[in-house]
């Protein structure tokens, strides 16, 4: 049996306008290849589809049955092209993002997530939240195909690019001295009892900020360890000392802390979009990809506080 979908096609205009001329003149073809074609699906099939008279054309039993079985296949024909084609084009499938706890702090990034939600609601967004470090492994491996991290050290696998360059901030409980301040440099930061992450957490802030106080020659008494930054603000809030972070995070507001920003102009971070060199994104990951970059352009910058 070699029935082609044309002969599928053939068939149900027929069947539909039980009239070989006007079935012809609507498929765009001559009527006796169209007759002849249709011979041909019935001897595969090995049945009479239609009962021909002088006048007349009318479907068989069998014909019937074929015309509801016809028409399902190319509906199953024409939904799967559709499918592979929105696909294709990156409007449904899965994207798989990693993200650092600071990344939906930053305007581009949740301007872009709501966005995109919106444009394709059939693309499932899967987001993992890690740290810088743990990021690296799945992107270079494909199980991440974006990551959103703070600037460290990547392998030959993987680019990137900024999406956002942002002043660091001291914070500080509201009641010390140096909350009421314009600004405070890295060593009077320095001098006080300093909430940080813990080394062994893998956050690219870790490195960032104690690498910027190292070359003010600026060493931090670390008196709390802690395993997310949002932890930290409580803690500056709650007064156990002080402590940096990215401009971001000043989104969260609490009575008991002040943002102060940091004198030395140096005092910045970087947030990257990441991917594989070696895995070829998706459509919907190329998509989120430019998306994404094109909202950062105004965010590339180093606003004062």
Known sequence: M????RHLRYFVAVAEELHFGRAAARLNISQPPLSQQIQILEQQVGARLFARTNRSVSLTEAGRQFLADSRQILLQV????????????GETGELHIGFTSSAPFIKAVSD???????????VHIQTRETNTREQISPLTEGGLELGLMR??????TLDWQVILREPLLAMIHRDHPLASQASVSLVELGKEPFVFFDPHVGTGLY???LGLMRRYGVTPTITQEVGEAMTIIGLVASGLGVSILPA????VQLQEMRWVPIAQEDAVSEMWLVWSKHHELSQAAERFKQ????????SVSTPKV
């Open 248 to 251: 971001s995070f000043r989104r």
């Open 151 to 156: 600037n460290t050290q990547l392998p030959d």
């Open 78 to 89: 024409n939904e799967a092209a559709a499918r592979a084609s929105r696909l294709h084009h």
């Open 207 to 209: 490195d960032d900020i």
């Open 291 to 298: 998306h994404l970059l094109t909202a950062a352009k105004v």
């Open 2 to 5: 070699n029935i082609e979908l």
């Open 112 to 122: 872009t997530l709501s966005t995109f939600r919106q444009r394709y609601p059939d």
